[in-house]
């Protein structure tokens, strides 16, 4: 359990943790030893308060612990207050990031209240102006920012880095035949906007700790070299995702394997996997894929994980399947509620099997696992607790699903000690 909660493992299957600075954000530290925090940003235009309002708690419930809005209009500016009161009021503490891009200072400046509510600025150094008016720009919400005692990121993307300065290194390594590829002058850029911005964030009076610091590519292999370039030269925390890591099966595999490799590496002190949503898709499956990388690595641990197996000419019917899949959206759709009646639920490990070559096996593992008959099996399904065979379910898919689904209702009521009025229990 230390292991986890200080995220890195001491018989050294992974490196430590980079040493940070903490900044909070909220109620929530970014850094320092913490946690490793899940983000999340709505699709919501923030305008429509109603529906900014749902998707953020529903977010916040799946298991984001910082969420991020779309400020880019005065009509956004003036509903961010609202918003957070209504989010307040109804329980809902997430802390709020607004995204500014080109006219944030302008927006900070002429809605103080929604500076005043909002519990981070995010600011793109490429997006704040040319020039000379890119410092002045940014160095108004910096000293925004330190004024209303807010953390800012400093978030370098690389479809919109300063132009300026990638000509600039271009044109040096010609001059100085370097013999640097593009997209490695690219990379550097980005690590040296990153450096050159804090710098300029610090001259306006902000702390260190209040400053966190990400440098997003869509290439998982850019954004590896990046950040291990990034993390050789600061100490503050890194917030790492993939800009645009894209739709399905795709987006996740490719944020798998570069922040995998990273926070493996000790590297990232919060992530935020930026999935494309299908046409009215659900926001939350990023917020899903997130705390799985985090609990697939033993860094973090959200929900119970469910152990099924892919399937094979052994298991011809679908039982297995759709009782796995109706037990994992269960567990989804208890755990706003279990996480704060029951201390450790998160823990919990289940296995829902398809025959008896590893069904048994698999199922003793789990705290509780079921067994299902596979082609030609009797059609009985023994259920293992804690690694004993407690009960042989027979029946309907119906009537397994509602059978196993009571006996893990009584094992998290029976096995995990309840919080009294929200305090984890000693």
């Known amino acids: 359990m230390l292991n986890q909660i200080k995220g890195f493992d001491t018989t050294g299957s992974r490196h430590p943790r980079r040493k940070t600075c903490g900044v909070k954000v909220g109620h929530v530290q970014v850094g320092g030893g913490a946690p490793i ?6 699709n919501t235009d923030t305008v429509d308060v109603e529906a900014t309002f749902r998707q953020t708690v529903a977010l916040a419930e799946a298991g984001s612990e910082i969420v991020r809005w779309t400020v880019n209009v005065p009509e956004a500016a003036a509903a961010v207050p609202l918003l957070k009161r209504r989010l307040l009021d109804a329980g809902c503490t997430a802390p709020i990031i607004g995204d500014f891009h080109y006219n944030g200072h302008v927006l900070l400046t002429k809605y103080p209240d929604c500076a005043k509510a909002l519990d981070k600025y995010r600011i793109n150094p490429g997006n704040v102006g040319a020039g000379q008016r890119r410092d002045e720009q940014f160095s108004t919400i910096c000293k925004i920012a330190r004024d209303n005692g807010k953390p800012v990121r400093i978030g370098v993307n690389g479809g919109s880095l300063n132009q300026e300065l990638v000509m600039r290194k271009m044109q040096e390594n010609t001059d100085k035949n370097l013999g640097k590829e593009s997209e490695e002058i690219i990379n550097d850029c980005m690590v040296l906007s990153a450096l050159e911005s804090t710098e300029l964030a610090l001259e306006c009076g902000l ?22 370039d990034l993390s050789t030269k600061t100490e503050q925390p890194l917030h790492l995702g993939l800009t645009e890591a894209g739709m399905g099966a795709k987006g996740l595999v490719w944020s798998a394997a570069s922040l995998g490799v990273l926070l493996h590496e000790g590297i990232g002190d919060t992530i935020r996997i930026s999935l494309t949503p299908r046409p009215g898709g659900d926001r939350r499956e990023e917020v899903y894929a997130a705390c799985e990388l985090l609990q697939s690595l033993g860094l973090r641990s959200f929900a119970p994980s469910v152990t099924a197996c892919p399937g094979c000419g052994r298991t011809t019917s679908s039982t297995f399947q759709e009782l796995a899949e109706r037990i994992q959206d269960y567990i989804r759709d208890m755990m706003p509620a279990w996480k704060t009646q029951y201390d450790g639920v998160e823990t919990m490990t289940l296995a829902v099997m398809g025959c008896i070559v590893n069904g048994p096996g698999e199922s003793k593992a789990a705290n509780i696992g079921i067994s299902l008959p596979g082609t030609g099996e009797a059609p009985r399904c023994p259920v293992y607790i804690d690694g004993e065979k407690n009960v042989t379910l027979e029946g309907t898919y119906d009537e397994l699903a509602a059978a196993f689904q009571a006996l893990v209702d009584n094992y998290v009521a029976t096995k995990y000690p309840r919080k009294t009025a929200g305090v984890p229990a000693k």
């Open 37 to 42: 925090v899940v983000q999340s940003m709505t």
């Open 207 to 228: 702390r260190r700790d209040q400053i966190i610091i990400s440098c997003k590519t869509s290439r998982p292999r850019d954004l590896i070299t990046v950040y291990r």
